[in-house]
């Protein structure tokens, strides 16, 4: 069935922090979604786009809907995917990674001051964050996305910072920390593509910049969020450093 | 109306051809500008999308029909926002009307009953103001090269050009606001009403 937009937001509700990217996607009215409900509420959601976003029960109920679609990426809750995939494996093509457990990190305190920098990104920062986008980009997908659609890339970059979703912190050229939020409900926004140039780690600038964000953010949202790859030790030990909370896990099947 | 995403139409038969064609239907989209369509609308996913514009040419409205597939949007054809009348050019190679246009007044109608610029100027300004008055919220609109350029430039502020100083890429959006679009449909009406192109290297400012 095709939810509605109350309906989408009560299932939301339920969860914010996990269904902060659905809840995003319903409050800008854009996506597709299809819904299993049971007595007029919604027991599982699915985002079906570029990217299929399962949530709640039964998601292997969205398969036939999901390989129609062909998505380039099954991601959401680990459990969610996880059904999804094995109905929807025989009608998909083989994966070219699949990443299980995770981690989603969540803070609700303000860290301590960073002491930073950090201002929202403007468009005259664009050639700048290009490039880090897109490197952060691909080590988190595994594409580099200046290769397959430059134009496109750009334009996506663009469209953040003008949508007041971007922020960096940048000396002499120097990118010493920057982040995008991927999604923003009143609820939650989750945060994507962190990124401190290579030249500038190890000098805690990544820690400060993030501390900064998370509070500025947090004047405004009680919680912010992020998932990252179960591999990238020294991410998570920075995001559990600055008081960030493993709450669920994330499963991406890039296909 | 309160945004519009404008894009010039993805690669056609007569693009790959280079070919002038004003003609409608004319010629669809190649394979990879359905594949450029496809990707128009993976930019825009996250966008709220109310209605899609094309024009009566079919290289336009399968831009759109791609780039909205899956999506329950209404549509409607603009024709204030077609390609300019090539005159005799038409069918014939866009080089030889781009060098005919280059060293033309823009007042100038294309020779063997085409448009001049300023009339083509005039005729997207109507077309603008169309959209403009629609009642839905964000519009994707899907327009030509020169429509495109000149729109763009338009609302920064500047006048038309002889010639295009860059290419409109296929399929890429512009997002612009109501008020770019009033300011764009005000200069280019204004504009055609006494044509001068603008000096290239001098921002918007028209050849005296």
Same mark, same amino acid.
């Given at each position: 069935?095709?939810?509605?937009?109350?309906?989408?937001?009560?299932?939301?509700?339920?969860?914010?922090?996990?269904?902060?990217?659905?809840?995003?996607?319903?409050?800008?009215?854009?996506?597709?979604?299809?819904? &299993?409900?049971?007595?007029?509420?919604?027991?599982?959601?699915?985002?079906?786009?570029?990217?299929?976003?399962?949530?709640?029960?039964?998601?292997?109920?969205?398969?036939?809907? &999901?390989?129609?679609?062909?998505?380039?990426?099954?991601?959401?809750?680990?459990?969610?995917?996880?059904?999804?995939?094995?109905?929807?494996?025989?009608?998909?093509?083989?994966?070219?990674?699949?990443?299980?457990?995770?981690?989603?990190?969540?803070?609700?305190?303000?860290?301590?001051?960073?002491?930073?920098?950090?201002?929202?990104?403007?468009?005259?920062?664009?050639?700048?964050?290009?490039?880090?986008?897109?490197?952060?980009?691909?080590?988190?997908?595994?594409?580099?996305?200046?290769?397959?659609?430059?134009?496109?890339?750009?334009?996506?970059?663009?469209?953040?910072?003008?949508?007041?979703?971007?922020?960096?912190?940048?000396?002499?050229?120097?990118?010493?920390?920057?982040?995008?939020?991927?999604?923003?409900?009143?609820?939650?926004?989750?945060?994507?593509?962190?990124?401190?140039?290579?030249?500038?780690?190890?000098?805690?600038?990544?820690?400060?910049?993030?501390?900064?964000?998370?509070?500025?953010?947090?004047?405004?949202?009680?919680?912010?969020?992020?998932?990252?790859?179960?591999?990238?030790?020294?991410?998570?030990?920075?995001?559990?450093?600055?008081?960030?909370?493993?709450?669920?896990?994330?499963?991406?099947?890039?296909? | 109306?309160?945004?519009?995403?404008?894009?010039?139409?993805?690669?056609?038969?007569? =693009?790959?051809?280079?070919?002038?064609?004003?003609?409608?239907?004319?010629?669809?989209?190649?394979?990879?500008?359905?594949?450029?369509?496809?990707?128009?609308?993976?930019?825009?996913?996250?966008?709220?999308?109310?209605?899609?514009?094309?024009?009566?040419?079919?290289?336009?409205?399968?831009?759109?029909?791609?780039?909205?597939?899956?999506?329950?949007?209404?549509?409607?054809?603009?024709?204030?926002?077609?390609?300019?009348?090539?005159?005799?050019?038409?069918?014939?190679?866009?080089?030889?009307?781009?060098?005919?246009?280059?060293?033309?007044?823009?007042?100038?109608?294309?020779?063997?009953?085409?448009?001049?610029?300023?009339?083509?100027?005039?005729?997207?300004?109507?077309?603008?103001?169309?959209?403009?008055?629609?009642?839905?919220? =964000?519009?994707?609109?899907?327009?030509?090269?020169?429509?495109?350029?000149?729109?763009?430039?338009?609302?920064?502020?500047?006048?038309?050009?002889?010639?295009?100083?860059?290419?409109?890429?296929?399929?890429?959006?512009?997002?612009?606001?109501?008020?770019?679009?009033?300011?764009?449909?005000?200069?280019?009406?204004?504009?055609?009403?006494?044509?001068?192109?603008?000096?290239?290297?001098?921002?918007?400012?028209?050849?005296?």
């Amino acid at each position: 069935m095709e939810p509605n937009r109350e309906q989408i937001l009560r299932f939301c509700a339920e969860d914010p922090v996990e269904r902060v990217f659905l809840e995003d996607m319903a409050r800008r009215g854009a996506g597709r979604f299809a819904g &299993v409900e049971r007595r007029g509420e919604l027991r599982a959601l699915c985002h079906v786009g570029v990217n299929a976003v399962p949530s709640g029960e039964e998601c292997g109920a969205f398969a036939r809907e &999901v390989a129609r679609a062909a998505p380039r990426m099954l991601i959401g809750e680990a459990n969610a995917v996880s059904e999804l995939w094995e109905e929807a494996r025989s009608r998909l093509p083989r994966p070219r990674e699949d990443r299980p457990g995770q981690p989603v990190f969540v803070i609700d305190e303000a860290p301590p001051a960073g002491d930073t920098g950090l201002r929202a990104a403007g468009v005259g920062d664009l050639d700048l964050l290009v490039p880090a986008c897109a490197a952060a980009h691909e080590q988190e997908i595994g594409v580099d996305p200046l290769r397959r659609d430059a134009e496109g890339f750009r334009w996506r970059t663009r469209t953040q910072i003008e949508e007041a979703r971007s922020w960096l912190w940048e000396e002499d050229g120097v990118i010493l920390f920057k982040a995008e939020a991927s999604a923003w409900t009143p609820s939650a926004v989750q945060l994507q593509q962190v990124w401190v140039d290579p030249e500038a780690r190890r000098a805690g600038f990544g820690s400060r910049g993030l501390r900064d964000l998370c509070r500025l953010l947090l004047e405004r949202v009680p919680a912010v969020c992020l998932f990252v790859r179960a591999e990238n030790a020294s991410a998570i030990r920075l995001y559990e450093t600055i008081g960030m909370r493993h709450v669920l896990d994330y499963r991406s099947v890039l296909i | 109306m309160r945004t519009i995403f404008l894009a010039r139409h993805a690669l056609a038969g007569s =693009n790959r051809d280079g070919l002038a064609a004003c003609t409608p239907p004319g010629l669809g989209l190649t394979p990879e500008g359905v594949e450029q369509a496809r990707r128009l609308g993976e930019l825009l996913e996250h966008e709220k999308i109310d209605l899609g514009v094309a024009t009566e040419h079919l290289r336009t409205q399968q831009t759109l029909e791609h780039a909205l597939a899956g999506r329950e949007v209404p549509t409607i054809a603009v024709p204030e926002l077609n390609e300019i009348h090539f005159g005799s050019f038409d069918g014939g190679l866009l080089l030889e009307y781009r060098a005919w246009a280059g060293a033309e007044s823009p007042s100038l109608r294309a020779p063997g009953g085409g448009e001049s610029r300023a009339e083509a100027a005039a005729r997207y300004a109507r077309g603008l103001s169309i959209v403009l008055e629609r009642p839905e919220e =964000n519009a994707l609109v899907i327009g030509h090269a020169l429509a495109v350029r000149y729109v763009l430039d338009a609302a920064g502020g500047l006048v038309p050009a002889a010639l295009m100083a860059s290419p409109v890429e296929h399929a890429l959006p512009h997002r612009l606001d109501a008020g770019d679009l009033r300011r764009a449909a005000e200069l280019l009406e204004e504009w055609s009403r006494a044509p001068a192109f603008r000096v290239p290297s001098v921002d918007g400012r028209a050849v005296p």
